[in-house]
């Protein structure tokens, strides 16, 4: 089955600084790699994806990118914000039915002021 | 459009009672997942069904969980004879039967403690 892992497991940054997460997953088969953001005590909340067609995504401050040959993905947010302090979880698998979303372990992200 | 409801949000019971959670998909969506979360932890798969079947239980403990979702009403997850270890976060998510499944989206989450 499909494995994902996810570094680092916490980070702290200044208030405007980049923030990069990165994954790697095992199975070939994967084609879909979101990100969700979990605040404290609440739901996981998808904030951005991506497909195996592209390579890069952006949506305002937040940007994914995509190495199929080497099968890693990367969170980048950019100008961080206190808000943007919570857990954000990679996860890969593959399109159609009968597939499920394997999650890394989790990035706890402290943005300082 | 209500999005994904579960309850109850919040559960106790003792050790060697039953835990029954409870997940109604967003409308239009006929597939459910559930995945629990320990403390401190990543969200780990449990199950995948849709309508009157069970696609993947390959997160599913052995003994003592069952998870359904009928034709009629909401997924439930069933837990009997709960352990200490039980306790965690169990979110339910639901997707689209189409291209855009494992776009998922997840409920509030049942907080389950166990005495």
Redesign the interface.
């Given at each position: 089955g499909e494995n994902v892992e996810q570094h680092p497991s916490t980070l702290s940054v200044q208030e405007g600084d980049s923030a990069v997460i990165k994954c790697t997953y095992s199975d070939s088969a994967s084609n879909y790699f979101p990100w969700y953001k979990q605040e404290l005590g609440k739901r996981p909340q998808l904030i951005i994806d991506i497909r195996s067609n592209v390579g890069e995504k952006k949506d305002q401050r937040i940007a994914v990118t995509l190495n199929k040959t080497a099968k890693h993905f990367s969170l980048h947010i950019t100008e961080t914000q206190p808000e943007d302090s919570a857990v954000y979880f990679c996860a890969a698998g593959a399109t159609g039915t009968a597939s499920k979303l394997t999650f890394g372990t989790g990035t706890r992200l402290q943005v300082m002021l | 459009n209500a999005g994904v409801m579960q309850n109850p949000r919040h559960l106790v019971r003792r050790r060697g009672q039953e835990a029954r959670l409870r997940c109604s998909p967003m409308k239009g969506h006929s597939?459910v997942?559930w995945?629990r979360q320990l403390p401190e932890?990543?969200?780990?798969?449990m199950v995948?069904l849709q309508k009157e079947n069970i696609?993947?239980e390959?997160g599913m403990p052995k003994e003592r969980f069952s998870a359904e979702f009928p034709k009629e009403g909401p997924s439930i997850l069933r837990i009997q004879q709960v352990v200490r270890g039980d306790s965690a976060a169990y979110?339910c998510a639901s997707t689209k039967?189409t291209?855009r499944?494992?776009?998922?989206?997840?409920?509030?989450?049942s907080r389950l403690t166990v005495l």
């Open positions: - | 597939h997942y995945y932890e990543g969200l780990k798969f995948y696609i993947d390959s979110f039967s291209s499944a494992n776009v998922l989206t997840f409920g509030a989450g």
